[in-house]
């Protein structure tokens, strides 16, 4: 191209885009951050679960009470169907005591109302108590899909962060040049329902060297607003001239 330095005088034109955008455009950052925050989420609850696995260990204690009813909460969109059961036990002292708990279908399709149910409560405090059952194999799935989860979001999330770097320092300090668009690429991603978009586009650096870049992930309609063969604001890496980002900024007097 003749006329690199044209873009600097419309440099300004093209105001850096929102902190959303970007992330919106960096699914790896995206995901990852999702996945590390459910990982980090299920860590914490299966860590709970080994906490509360550790004191019915050391000091729970079991009698036999009497179900006193049986419930359940129907599936929703968002979640599966839940089994709860009411029961009462009397506790070492005497006192009678009233509680619940959430089952499986299994334990809970096996309980008869009015029938025996098998009780553990912590003898320093009665009041928590649930069905016996051996709880250690759930707590530790949990713990380990949480571990796995957030493992998995931080792989996902270090590549992204990276990348989310290094688009915002070629807005603010790369070298402006006319990208001209070489065609469009429809992503494996959707959002919202609709598939993104890639613009590939080919420019020249300060020496004259041709280079090739793609945008990131675009709106099918922002995509193809630049046709092909029209040209349109990059910024690319002067140290590094085939490190480039699409900018969008139409040349004026095109279409």
């Known amino acids: 191209m003749s006329d690199v330095g044209t873009p600097a005088a419309s440099a300004s034109v093209s105001r850096p885009p929102s902190l959303f955008t970007l992330l919106r455009r960096n699914f790896w950052l995206l ?11 299920t860590l914490l609850i299966g860590a709970g ?36 059961v009411n029961y009462r036990f009397t506790d070492a002292d005497g006192a009678t ?25 912590l003898e320093s ?22 571990v796995l989860a957030a493992a998995a979001g931080t792989a996902l999330a ?16 790369g ?17 919202n329902g609709r598939y993104l978009w890639h613009v590939r586009y080919r420019y020249e650096d300060a020496a004259g060297a041709s280079h090739d870049g793609r945008s990131k992930y675009l709106g099918e309609g922002e995509a193809h607003a630049f046709a092909e063969g029209s040209r349109a604001l ?16 139409r040349e004026e007097g095109t279409a």
């Open 31 to 41: 995901f990852g951050g999702i996945f590390l925050v459910v990982g980090i989420i």
């Open 49 to 84: 679960l080994l906490w509360q696995e550790s004191l019915f260990a050391s000091e729970a204690a079991e009698t036999v009470g009497t179900v006193l009813g049986k419930s359940l909460d129907r599936a929703t969109s968002d979640r599966g169907t839940e089994y709860f």
């Open 97 to 121: 005591r009233d509680a619940s708990d959430q089952l499986d279908f299994g334990a809970w399709d096996a309980l008869v109302e009015g029938g025996p149910i098998a009780i553990q409560y």
């Open 125 to 146: 405090d009665p009041e928590t108590s649930r069905m016996a059952r051996d709880g250690w194999p759930y707590a530790g799935i949990m713990l380990g899909i949480g």
């Open 158 to 173: 270090i590549p992204g962060i990276r990348g989310f770097r290094r688009e915002r320092r070629l807005w603010a300090s």
């Open 175 to 191: 070298t402006p040049a006319w990208g001209t668009v070489t065609g469009h690429e429809q992503a494996n991603v959707r959002f």
């Open 234 to 249: 990059v910024r690319y890496d002067a140290g590094r001239p085939a490190d480039s980002v699409w900018i969008g900024a």
